[in-house]
Structures are given as structure tokens and as C-alpha cells.
């Protein structure tokens, strides 16, 4: 009997040994769920954010650091700071492990904008992609915007309306539009402190025009545009669309430039808002052939003429160029209506759009 008490007695005291060891070495040596308290952060240019680990309770042993200072910086605290257009990677080290917060970096005006714009989650080549203006009226409008770095929401800047062609429509995939034409790129050669717009239409018709009307009337109202520095243009179908929204409203464009496309809206809208108007299409144009450009400026040459206009006067608001084989030669372009895309790299047809 003492025997058997004598083992239960040690039994209790180990027990109890084990108690007191699981509660002084386990909290030590527990696994510490250490997480980032954001994995993705949307700011505003010049907006800052606190970002924490979680379950780390030596915050000083934290290292801090961003993937490009230019656009996102970071403290040693963990306060980030969006310093221009752009996204980054904000990286916290902790023993030895990584935990990481992508941040996007949008400009003011499209993360203060009202409910009726959803802004996109990435950017292409400075550009702003897949942004969505909820029209209403007339629909989701799918947009790129290039806002320049100089952007404060302050100061009005001019405004770039470039309209795609086929392979540049919506259902052709995200950002197809400035992946597949570069007059957005191009355009800021002549103009670094412009606001670039890049609708992603549908079609080429009716409704990719008023969706390109809304989708400026919007940028007026809501952004800080120069209305007397509005430029468009359009290649291909594209054209054919600008063709439409100058006969809707030719009032809000500075110039429009025409490549490679044909005329489907009215004329003497263009006429009475005297909105100047070039155009610019390959000779041998394989799929409008030059014949409608040529018709359209003659149309539109009648009218002004019928105003009273002189030639001088006409020749600031109409211009044809058609080009010969000779322009694409040594180009290593063979198809001249998809050679159209040379327009946009040609000064004397984009130094003739953004002209002061």
C-alpha cells in the first residue's frame, strides 16, 4: 500500500512537472502567425498608408523595403507613400522570411473620381488599363488613360483622344488598343504634359461613338482639361468611328486626324463647327482603298467653299495626303493599310495634330 502511494505521489509530481513545463516553454516556442496586414493597397499620388505585421511583437527587427522608390516609398515604421504613377512591391523582412504588399499608384483624379468610375488594377507602359466609366445612358465604357506625372489635379492640361481599330476592340482583350497602336506613345513626344485617353470601343460604329462622346464630356467635367486642347483621332475602324463623333460633336475636338479609314458620319456638322480635319491613307490603301478619303475632303472642300471660304482659309482646315508606294518603301511594310501604323511616327502628320 505505501508502495503503491509512494508511485502515485510521483506520478502527480510528474504531471505536474510537465504542467509547468508546457506552460513556460510552449508560449517561448510556439509557431508565430506572422502575417502582412495588407497584401494589396490602391493609393492616390502623394497619399500615405500604414502597413503592419501582424504577430510580430519586435517591430524594430523589421526591415522595410520597397521595389521603386520613385513610385512608392517606405519607412522604417512602415509607413508607405505614393510618390507617382505606377505600382511597386513593398516588401517586410522578418527572420528571415519575406511578406509582401503590392501597391498600386494612381493619379488623384482617377481615386477621387465619383462612384461612376471604377479605376483599373494595372498599368501598361505608364498607362492606366482596363478603367470603367459606368455612362449609364450608355453603358460600361472601357478605357486606358496616360496620365503624365505632372498631374496634380490643378493645372488644366490638354487632352489626347486616340480611337482603335479592329485588333484594338474590347473583345480582342485588355489593353489590345495601346498594345497593338502606339499614337498613345507617340503622342508623348510632342506634349509630355498631356492627359492621353484611350477608349476600348466595341465596334466601330454607332454606339462606340456616343461612348466616346460620354467618355470625353466625362474628362471635361470631372478632370482639369484645357477644352481648347482636345485632340482625336482614329485608325481604321477607328476612323470610321471619329468620323461618326465628328458629326455628333466636332465642337469639342481642337483637330481630328484621320488614318487609313473612310468617312460614315455627315459633313456639314464638321463644316459648322469649323473643326480642322486631315486626312491620310496609303495609295493603294488594300482594304478602303484611297478613293473615300479623297471623296470626303472633296465633299468637305465644296462646303467651305459654298461658306465663302478662300483657299488659304480651307487649307487650315482640310488636309489630304495620300501616300505612295514610295512612303513604305525600305519600311519593310508590303501592306499599306496595315503600314498605317508609320502615320503616328511621321512628324509632319502628328507635328500637324498637336500644332498650337
Known amino acids: 500500500m505505501k508502495r503503491y502511494k509512494k508511485q502515485t505521489a510521483v506520478f502527480v509530481m510528474f504531471t505536474l512537472f510537465c504542467a509547468l513545463l508546457l506552460c513556460f516553454y510552449l508560449p517561448a516556442h510556439a509557431k508565430q502567425n506572422v502575417k502582412i496586414s495588407r497584401k494589396k493597397v490602391v493609393l492616390a499620388t502623394g497619399k500615405s498608408k500604414k502597413l503592419k505585421l501582424d504577430g510580430v511583437k519586435k517591430k524594430n527587427k523589421i526591415c522595410w523595403k520597397s521595389s521603386d522608390k520613385k513610385v512608392v516609398s517606405v519607412s522604417r515604421n512602415g509607413k508607405i507613400k505614393a510618390r ?12 528571415n522570411k519575406k511578406y509582401k504588399c503590392k501597391v498600386l499608384v494612381v493619379p488623384k483624379a482617377a481615386k477621387q473620381a ?12 505608364g498607362f492606366l488599363v482596363d478603367n470603367v466609366y459606368h ?24 487632352l489626347y483622344v486616340t480611337l482603335p481599330g479592329y485588333q484594338g476592340l474590347y473583345f480582342q482583350g485588355v489593353a ?24 476600348q470601343l466595341d465596334d466601330w460604329g454607332e454606339k462606340s461613338a456616343n461612348q466616346t462622346i460620354a467618355l470625353v464630356e ?15 483621332n482614329g485608325y481604321s475602324g477607328g476612323g470610321e468611328t471619329l468620323s461618326l463623333v465628328l458629326e455628333k460633336r466636332p465642337e469639342l475636338f481642337t483637330r481630328a486626324l484621320m488614318c487609313s479609314s473612310q468617312w460614315d458620319g455627315e459633313y456639314e456638322p464638321v463644316v459648322k463647327a469649323k473643326t480642322p480635319v486631315y486626312f491620310v491613307i496609303g495609295e493603294n490603301d488594300e482594304y478602303y482603298s484611297s ?6 475632303y472633296q465633299k468637305l472642300y465644296n462646303l467651305y467653299r459654298k461658306q465663302g471660304l478662300c483657299e488659304t482659309q480651307i487649307e487650315k482646315l482640310l488636309v489630304l495626303d495620300v501616300k505612295d508606294s514610295s512612303y513604305f518603301q525600305g519600311t519593310g511594310i508590303a501592306y499599306q493599310h496595315g ?15 498637336f500644332k498650337e
Not at 84 to 90: F, Y
Not at 114 to 125: A, L, N, Q
Not at 218 to 230: G, N, P
Request: with cysteine; charged share 25%; aromatic share 16%.
Open 84 to 95: 507617382r504613377n505606377g505600382s511597386a512591391v513593398v516588401t517586410a523582412s522578418y527572420q
Open 114 to 125: 465619383s462612384k461612376e468610375i471604377t479605376p483599373g488594377t494595372s498599368y501598361y507602359r
Open 135 to 158: 455612362s449609364g445612358k450608355n453603358g460600361e465604357i472601357h478605357y486606358n488613360v496616360y496620365f503624365p506625372d505632372s498631374y496634380d489635379g490643378k493645372k488644366k492640361m490638354a
Open 176 to 199: 489590345e488598343n495601346i498594345k497593338t497602336e502606339d499614337f498613345g506613345f507617340e503622342a508623348q513626344k510632342y506634349n509630355p504634359d498631356m492627359v492621353i485617353l484611350a477608349p
Open 218 to 232: 466625362y474628362f471635361l467635367s470631372h478632370y482639369q482639361i484645357d477644352a481648347s486642347k482636345v485632340y482625336i
Open 291 to 296: 478613293k473615300p478619303f479623297k471623296d470626303a
Open 339 to 353: 503600314g498605317g501604323y508609320l502615320f503616328c511616327r511621321d512628324k509632319n502628320i502628328m507635328g500637324w495634330l
